[in-house]
Structures are given as C-alpha cells and as structure tokens.
C-alpha cells in the first residue's frame, strides 16, 4: 500500500484548508483509511478516519472542524479543515490498516501546515 499526502501550506488563524492523499488502488475497499498529525515536539495525535464502508470517526478535537471523504474513482482521500489556528501547526499525515485505524499498518509521508496567528 502506498499513500501520499499533499496540500500543505502556510494558512492564516481562520482559515481553511483542504489535504490530499493519493493512495494505491483498490485500498479504499480493504483498509481503513486514517489521518494524524505531529506537531513539534509532540507525539502523534489521530484526528479521524474513513472506514472501508464509508464511515467516519473523529478525535473529539478537531469534531466539527475537519471532514474526513474520499473518492474511490481518484483513489484520494481528503481532510478538509476549517477555523484553523496556530496549535493546528503540525506536520499531517494519511495512513491505512487493516484493523482499528489508530493503529495503521501503513503510512504515508506528511505534509506540513503552518497556521499563522
């Protein structure tokens, strides 16, 4: 399984932004697909998932703020984040697995979010 994530950037306190991630066929139909982030100096933090049937799950912390979808057809899955602050800085990642999606199997590589105050 491969993932990619992109779309990251430097957004202003307020804003909002939408991440991809390019994964290999077919794996939306086998893996739950999750997103985290790392922000400096601290462990990793799961954010949400999208299950192999299409449903989703949110940590209570970002619950209402991010959207979790994907499209089968681009083999893309995205984050969309809104009302964006400066403790959202962190590095976000895509991973899959094959059980519980706070303990993936695979990983892809981050792509980093700056939010400026």
């Known amino acids: 399984v491969q993932l990619q994530a992109s779309g990251g950037g430097l957004v202003q306190a307020g804003g909002s932004l939408t991440l991809s991630c390019a994964v290999s066929?077919?794996?939306?139909?086998?893996?739950?697909m999750g997103w985290f982030r790392q922000a400096p100096g601290k462990g990793r933090e799961f954010l949400g998932a999208?299950?192999?049937?299409?449903?989703?799950t949110y940590a209570d912390s970002v619950e209402g703020r991010f959207t979790i979808s994907r499209d089968i057809a681009k083999n893309t899955m995205y984050l969309q984040m809104s009302s964006l602050q400066p403790e959202d800085t962190a590095v976000y990642l895509c991973?899959?697995?094959?059980?519980?999606?706070?303990?993936?199997?695979?990983w892809g590589q981050g792509t980093l979010v700056t939010v400026s105050s």
């Open positions: 991973a899959a697995a094959l059980g519980v999606p706070t303990v993936p199997d695979y």
């Open positions: 999208i299950a192999y049937s299409g449903l989703t």
């Open positions: 066929k077919y794996t939306f139909g086998t893996y739950n």
